[in-house]
């Protein structure tokens, strides 16, 4: 016997499971098969493998129901558990949005228009620019990317690295090797990884060698075949240093740049290398630029008032 841990996001229970646990009595009836308990802002499935995949499937769709009506009724429960019934087109393409089931059974998916076209720019092509402010999703959905395609079988390891420049602060004097020293810079991505893979899974990746994370300067000389490798805060690189990322390009790979044009950390003499690149390399087929904006922003809502207050200030 197997189990699940599903988590319900930000819904409350009551919405999602009804007064009383009717809603909840409801599914269990469409899923005799499986023990189901809840608690808090999870619900548990045991039973079998086979079973479990099936529950999972039907249990996003009822919390994407819920999201996108903010409501849940016993006939949508009944419609949507029907082994027979078929989602809407309207509904199947809210459902494509889902790109990992993460820890928990955290849903992540593409949220904003801009994050979808991300989705879709990956598809078309093998090197995509993200370029966009703080807290628009551009690392965590590239992330999330690169996992569905290692989970899909499509490569056969993750590359995700950051150039290790300072924002204002002189890292140079703390102790430790380093790899104590670098982690600072790639904590970010480790983030992401925490949240999409589990805990287990994700240190023998890093172990193995499935997933690596470093510092851009490790990439020089390298040829990455078979592999979906992540360029973050990719406007602190240089003209070379871009150039050079770019080159390291090997067969059946994916490449995403991301970066914020507006913190550039390099010295002022410097040109940023993500800068240049959108001059040179725009309209080349197989090369994708997508833009994210203040609309993205998906951290608190005080954000997006910090970012339009320094804009208007520049």
């Known amino acids: 016997m197997s189990e699940k841990i599903i988590g319900i996001g930000s819904h409350h229970p009551l919405d999602l499971f009804g007064v009383n646990d009717q809603n909840l009595d ?3 009836k469409s899923f005799p098969k499986l023990k189901l308990i809840s608690r808090d802002n999870t619900i548990k499935a045991m039973g079998e493998e086979a079973e479990l995949l099936v529950f999972e499937q039907k249990f996003s769709l009822l919390l994407l129901h819920l999201e996108k009506f903010g409501k849940l009724a016993l006939s949508d429960i009944q419609q949507i558990l029907d082994p027979a019934w078929e989602p809407e087109e309207e509904t199947e393409l809210h459902h494509s949005g889902i790109l990992v089931h993460g820890k928990n059974g955290m849903l992540i998916r593409a949220r904003t228009v801009n994050q ?3 989705v879709k720019s990956v598809e078309d092509n093998d090197l995509i620019f993200v370029i966009g402010p703080a807290g628009t999703g551009k690392t965590y959905t590239a992330v999330a990317l690169a996992v569905r395609a290692l989970k899909n079988k499509e490569i056969q390891r ?9 924002a204002g602060e002189n890292l140079g004097f703390l102790p430790g090797d380093l790899k104590e020293k670098l982690d600072p810079y790639l904590q970010p991505l480790y983030d992401a990884l925490k949240d999409m893979l589990p805990p287990q899974k994700l240190l023998s990746y890093i172990e193995d060698g499935t997933i690596e994370i470093a510092p851009l300067a490790f990439m020089r000389g390298r040829t990455l075949n078979n592999a979906f490798a992540i360029l973050d805060e990719a406007q602190n690189t240089t003209r070379n240093q871009l ?3 770019l ?13 914020d044009i507006t913190q550039i950390d390099l010295p002022k003499h410097q040109i940023s290398g993500l800068v240049h690149s959108q001059k040179i390399l725009s309209g080349i087929p197989g090369i994708g630029f997508v833009y994210l904006d203040k609309q993205d922003i998906i951290r608190h809502k005080l954000v997006i008032k910090v970012i339009e207050a320094y804009a208007k200030d520049q």
């Open 26 to 28: 409801r599914i269990r």
């Open 116 to 118: 979808r076209n991300l």
């Open 158 to 166: 993750i590359i995700l690295t950051r150039p290790a420049v300072e």
């Open 243 to 245: 150039k050079m990322f």
């Open 247 to 259: 080159t390291r390009m090997g067969t059946a790979a994916k490449f995403i740049v991301t970066g």
